[in-house]
């Protein structure tokens, strides 16, 4: 290990020399493509309503989940997902269809470990934190309303 | 004694480079070494059900084109030295496993080629063995799923990360014949600066090989100026430039002699970030462009390290720094 002063002289180097993603290009893209999945979205709501009149707008919304999960699954399928993400970034990783590739991408790369150990064991991942925290966040806000 | 100095040997038997092979994937195929490849792959599969399979068979390739171009037998192999990078080191073990030799497994991460190389060089040298085989490897695909994401994922990289290349190189040294010679080798220390970036390895490297460089420097009181090409592994864009810094500071000026195996191998075009990184990087450049260069008269007088970031995945969560280590060899073409 090299003598801490000489660590911190690297480290401050390094830090100063490092190239940043420019912001200006990665927030127009995520902006587009977040904002095109969302309006991607609000077709399927609409569509949905328009064929079936009499649901009731949960009902409608939870389709238009199912939906939208399918498409972010099926294009992570045909391998077109991630090169959205690639430039993309949040805007395509915020989204539930990020989420719904966040799940299928592990699933495909570990089945080659078999459909226990390998898929099933794996698929979560990358989504596990999503919900273990999105669960203990949903308790905490649940107990601050409960005393409000 | 062999050792000159505090790390290096010089070999006075000349080990020679009587065959080496290069085998890379179809994007390093399009890169700017294109016309050097031994073999370019069209499927980086390989018609193989996993992509681990399809690493070991990439090494396979390479090694036994190796002893094919040479006109030896797999039976003439006196010692294989191999590793890569895949836990325990399966891609190197698993293609032992193919031919009846002896076999030493290693592990320097991407510094492996001239770790195996240097070590090769002296048991060559010291005639413990007469034609020993050395080899690396590494895949793009089985070093993303170890290191970082599924393939499929959609997640941004950041700009200081390198693209691991899909390639393996084999050499095989032996103390007759003909061909370019390992005059010395420096072999390296672990070096650690406190880098804990795994998205930045160029960084967590760069030290290693200056510490190597300015030591091989000091043992030989040679000047940089003295090589045709010195060239690094896989420090990429970010790594190389550090170096040149680190090693101004230390009194050694650069000039225009000095290359990276991972700022060679892709086109800026090809969108890789930082460039190259990976075991098969410096494998498949040193076996391709390097060692043609050498034969054809182009270069005579190369220093080479392979550099190797020494983390695990573990280790990196658990919050440690990443150590580096460069292990360095000279090659002359007469």
């Known amino acids: 290990m090299a003598e801490k002063s000489q660590i911190e002289a690297y480290n401050k180097y390094v830090e100063a020399k490092i190239p940043m993603t420019k912001p200006f290009p990665s927030l127009i893209w995520a902006f587009l493509v977040g904002g095109g999945i969302c309006v991607i979205g609000q077709g399927v709501n609409d569509i949905i309503t328009l064929l079936f009149p009499d649901m009731t707008t949960d009902v409608v919304s939870s389709y238009t989940l199912v939906f939208m999960i399918f498409l972010g699954t099926f294009f992570t399928g045909l391998g077109l997902y991630d090169k959205l993400g690639s430039f993309a970034g949040a805007g395509s990783v915020i989204p539930i269809t990020g989420f719904a590739n966040s799940v299928a991408s592990p699933a495909i790369e570990f089945k080659t470990e078999g459909w226990i150990f390998g898929m099933s064991v794996k698929m979560f991942t990358i989504a596990g934190p999503i919900i273990v925290n999105g669960i203990a966040s949903s308790i905490l806000v649940g107990l601050v309303y409960m005393f409000l | ?334």
């Open chain 2, 1 to 334: 004694m062999k050792k000159i100095g505090t790390q290096t040997v010089l070999l006075s038997n000349k080990p020679k480079i009587i065959s080496n092979f290069s085998v890379v994937g179809p994007k390093e195929g399009k890169g700017p070494l294109s016309e050097y490849f031994g073999k370019i792959l069209e499927d980086d599969k390989l018609g193989q059900k996993t992509y681990e399979k399809a690493e070991q068979k990439l090494m396979e390739l390479a090694v036994f084109s190796c002893i094919e171009k040479s006109g030896l037998t797999p039976k003439d192999i006196d010692m294989f030295l191999s590793g890569d990078l895949l836990n325990q080191i399966i891609s190197s073990s698993f293609t032992a496993r193919q031919f009846d030799t002896t076999f030493i497994g290693l592990f320097g991460a991407c510094s492996t080629m001239t770790e195996s190389l240097a070590l090769g060089s002296c048991l060559v040298d010291g005639e413990y063995f007469e034609n020993v085989l050395c080899s690396t490897c590494s895949h793009f695909a089985t070093a993303e799923r170890q290191f970082r994401y599924p393939l499929e994922l959609g997640t941004q990289k950041p700009p200081t990360s390198q693209w691991t290349v899909t390639g393996a190189g084999a050499t095989l040294l032996s103390l007759h014949g003909e061909g370019p010679y390992i005059e010395m080798v420096t072999f390296g220390k672990v070096c650690d600066y406190g880098v804990s970036d795994v998205n930045n390895m160029g960084a967590a490297m760069a030290p290693a090989a200056m510490h190597t460089l300015k030591t091989h420097f000091e043992d030989t009181g040679r000047k940089p100026d003295f090589y045709d090409l010195i060239l690094t592994g896989d420090l990429g864009k970010f790594g190389s430039e550090t170096l040149i810094d680190m090693m101004e500071k230390e009194g050694y000026a650069f000039s225009e002699n000095y290359g990276d195996c991972g700022n060679m191998i892709f086109d800026i075009k090809q969108k890789t970030f930082m460039g190259g990184s990976g075991c098969g990087c410096s494998a498949s450049v040193l076996n391709s462009y390097v060692i043609t260069k050498l034969r054809r008269g182009d270069i005579d007088k190369v220093l080479f390290l392979s550099t190797g970031a020494l983390l695990s995945t573990l280790s990196c969560q658990q919050g440690e720094s990443i150590p580096g280590i460069a292990h360095a060899i000279v090659i002359r073409g007469k």
